[in-house]
């Protein structure tokens, strides 16, 4: 059973506009969560994390959400860029900042549009 | 430090033989993580490394798969009697513990068995 879910494989966006990916969760010891972008042919890179004590962190044009009660956090990109085209990642942790082993969602592969 | 490093990118190997891929972390990080990643999944956690340590394998990986870090440096993942499931990319992260940044991850190495 899978623990982490992107429940869409593709997303479609035009450049200018909000982009948003959504990931839920089901196992409620997750207290860490991250979310990685990749480019084909190069590992997953680091985008941006969120701890369980936090409901939003913003770094630039990305902002991660966290809804608790639902189990379900968030990406937007705004405004969103050609160049963030890739296939994008949701992971978690049960240990915060310990850096225990990441279980990643199947991902969302976003094309923005020019 | 030009990040984590891995070789062989790619590998094609005929069943039943046996395959080693290397992983350089980035030198001030002392944990060190495997991935693997099928097509249309998330890296599934195979099993990592605090320094020489191994600390946590997953039930993913079969007593065909063994992992070594000597001296806390680079690491290597052997797969013996390989199968055509094996076939996969295969991920290499390392980090700085406590870092509660993520992961950084190299390019993969990509293994077919034919």
């Known amino acids: 059973d899978q623990q982490v879910k992107q429940n869409s494989p593709s997303l479609s966006v035009q450049e200018g506009r909000i982009s948003i990916l959504n990931c839920d969760y089901t196992?409620?010891?997750?207290?860490?969560f991250l979310w990685y972008k990749k480019y084909p042919a190069e590992g997953p890179t680091f985008l941006i994390s969120?701890?369980?004590?936090?409901d939003k962190n913003e770094d630039g044009r990305f902002t991660v959400f966290l809804n608790k009660s639902a189990k379900h956090l968030s990406l937007h990109i705004v405004p969103s860029q050609p160049g963030d085209s890739a296939v994008y990642f949701c992971?978690?942790?049960?240990?915060?900042?310990?850096?225990?082993?990441?279980?990643f969602g199947k991902g969302t592969k976003l094309s923005v549009k020019p | 430090d030009t990040g984590v490093s891995q070789n062989p990118r790619h590998k094609i190997t005929k069943r039943g033989q046996n395959v080693t891929f290397r992983c350089d972390p980035i030198?001030?990080?002392?944990?060190l993580y495997w991935y693997r990643q099928t097509l249309g999944q998330g890296p599934e956690f195979l099993t990592y490394?605090?320094?020489?340590?191994?600390?946590?394998k997953s039930r993913l990986l079969s007593d065909r798969f063994s992992a070594e870090r000597p001296k806390g440096s680079f690491s290597t993942l052997e797969i013996q009697r390989t199968e055509q499931g094996d076939s996969a990319m295969y991920l290499c992260?390392?980090?700085?513990?406590?870092?509660?940044?993520?992961?950084?991850f190299g390019s993969g190495t990509r293994l077919t068995v034919v």
């Open positions: 992260a390392s980090s700085l513990r406590g870092q509660g940044a993520g992961y950084t």
């Open positions: 196992n409620s010891m997750f207290d860490y």
């Open positions: 969120i701890s369980s004590i936090k």
């Open positions: 992971a978690a942790s049960a240990r915060l900042g310990s850096q225990g082993n990441l279980i």
């Open positions: 030198s001030e990080h002392n944990r």
């Open positions: 490394f605090q320094n020489e340590a191994q600390l946590e």
